[in-house]
């Protein structure tokens, strides 16, 4: 394939960890014509939400290829931003209730490891070893992944827009989109709420919860809808380390993430409909808690001490929308569907090369927008 880009103007619209990532690659590239158009402050939309989980335990390759590279990254982001940043590999546990379940985690861990992720299998006496405050006798078994981990997307989004910044690309904050203008039916330029308009040969919508309204502007539709997603931070307990693996009970969806000074959980709310309302759902802590205490017996002394919600933007299969839209000219990075902050690195680097060499080295055809128009959508069976 050709490049796609001929050395005029980018406009990625969307200033959290997807869009920066983006405009970093490219700059990294030497492509420094870039503008990144923000509606508020870099990094405090679905990002600022995001509780920082990286994992490479998917059922579909090109999530698990693009974690993997983004694993990859997250390892020198120091190096390569020249900003700090900690990237904790305590590892992800998936624990298995069900013969369904250990037979799709047999299968994906195969294809996993045909990738280069270590992930294991394990029998339940074995995760003792990991965390000996979890319950077995009900688990058919685990699959644990020790290069797994997690990670700040507030650090993520700052280190990225300084390099990206010190490579010549323009951001700019509190400015909002309200059209994208055509010219012989191909994208042309943007057009902000303060009348400025910027011209372009590429514009890129990367507003997460926000893509469908931002397709709106050009008369696309993106299959791409906000729903809340909500966490709850817990005290520190005597027996939570941070070095201990960050755990899903696939049986009722709850999750554990230690950190220091206590956790992280959530993970039952996977089922609320779309909407922008980023209340706290508090009745839903009780369920969690009593997920989380049959699972973990000592969490029956865990203390709630916060909680936040944010929202996730969902596609239809739970894969992100990544390419050329039916305008040409608009290409879209959205609709990771709570897995864009662990796939920002890669998907700023291969959306680099498709657009300056014309080859991604990971196939991207699973997440092309027009898939929804067929009976080809992508399957994901990793979702909590």
């Given at each position: ?49 995001a509780t920082g989980g990286i994992r490479q335990q998917f059922t579909s390759e090109v999530n698990v290829r693009l974690v993997r590279d983004s694993v990859q990254f997250f390892a020198r982001f120091a190096e390569r931003t ?74 993520a989004v700052q280190g990225f827009a300084k390099a990206a910044r010190a490579h010549g690309v323009r951001i700019h904050q509190h400015t909002e989109v309200v059209a994208i203008e055509t010219a012989d039916g191909a994208v ?197």
């Open positions: 394939m050709s490049p796609v880009l001929h050395g005029r103007p980018v406009v990625i619209i969307g200033g959290g960890v997807i869009g920066i990532s983006i405009a970093f690659h490219l700059a990294e590239r030497g492509y420094r014509d870039v503008t990144v158009l923000e509606r508020g402050l870099i990094g405090e939309g679905a990002t600022a939400h020249g900003s700090p940043f900690t990237f904790r590999q305590h590892g992800y546990l998936f624990l298995l209730t069900d013969q369904q379940q250990l037979a799709a985690f047999t299968a994906a861990a195969e294809m996993q490891r045909r990738h280069g992720v270590p992930t294991e299998l394990l029998a339940p006496e074995d995760v003792s070893r990991l965390n000996p405050q979890i319950r077995v006798d009900d688990l058919v078994g685990a699959a644990y992944c020790a290069t797994d981990g997690s990670a700040s997307p507030h650090d042309s330029g943007v057009r902000t709420a303060a009348g400025e308009r910027l011209a372009a040969e590429l514009v890129l919508i990367a507003t997460g919860p926000q893509a469908r309204e931002t397709g709106r502007l050009a008369g696309v539709d993106l299959p791409v809808g906000p729903h809340r997603r909500q966490a709850f931070a817990i005290d520190a307990l005597p027996w939570l380390r941070p070095d201990q693996p960050l755990t899903v009970d696939l049986g009722s969806g709850a999750y554990l993430h230690p950190e220091t000074g206590g956790a992280v959980i959530g993970g039952n709310d996977r089922d609320v409909p779309e909407g922008t309302d980023t209340t706290v759902d508090w009745s839903l802590t009780e369920p969690l808690i009593e997920a989380l205490v049959h699972r973990f017996p000592a969490m029956a002394e865990a203390s709630i001490v916060r909680g936040w919600a944010g929202l996730r933007e969902m596609t239809p299969d739970d894969h992100a929308v990544v390419g050329p839209l039916a305008v040409p000219g608009l290409w879209a990075a959205a609709g990771f569907s709570g897995h864009g902050f662990m796939q920002s690195p890669a998907i700023g680097d291969q959306l680099a090369r498709w657009l300056l060499d014309g080859n991604p080295t990971i196939d991207l055809s699973a997440l092309r927008a027009d898939r929804f128009n067929t009976d080809q959508l992508a399957v994901e069976g990793v979702r909590f």
